[in-house]
Nanobody, 123 residues
Framework: QVQLVESGGGLVQAGGSLRLSCAASGGTFSNYNMAWFRQAPGKEREFVAGISRPGNTYYSGSVKGRFTISKDNTKNTVDLQMNSLKPDDTAVYYC?????????????????WGQGTQVTVSS
């Protein structure tokens, strides 16, 4: 059983930056594909960024070029650096882990989820 705990959310002005971190425990971190999702009020949870076991990254079109996902297998952490934030980035951000073979963008592909951290971007 893998436990995921996110941190780093908060309130920031448009154009600012935040760094989210997800700490994993209870499993072999390097065995999982990791991802960040987000969910805004009244909307479906959506894929933001993912990093595969060997370290390949993939981003949604709305964040590509602004967000960077990275992981540290020695610390069992996956981070999301968010730059040039926009009010549309306001959401609860979730860390997720998948034991599947390939990196996926659908929520159903992920076995474990964190509790989420709120990111609010003011205009």
């Amino acid at each position: 059983q893998v436990q995921l705990v996110e941190s780093g959310g908060g309130l920031v002005q448009a154009g600012g930056s935040l760094r989210l971190s997800c700490a994993a425990s209870g499993g072999t971190f390097s065995n999982y594909n990791m991802a960040w999702f987000r969910q805004a009020p009244g909307k479906e949870r959506e894929f933001v960024a993912g990093i595969s076991r060997p370290g390949n990254t993939y981003y949604s079109g709305s964040v590509k070029g602004r967000f960077t996902i990275s992981k540290d297998n020695t610390k069992n952490t996956v981070d999301l650096q968010m730059n040039s934030l926009k009010p549309d980035d306001t959401a609860v951000y979730y860390c997720a882990a998948s034991s599947g073979l390939l990196l996926r963008v659908t929520t159903t592909a992920y076995d474990y989820w964190g509790q989420g951290t709120q990111v609010t971007v003011s205009s």
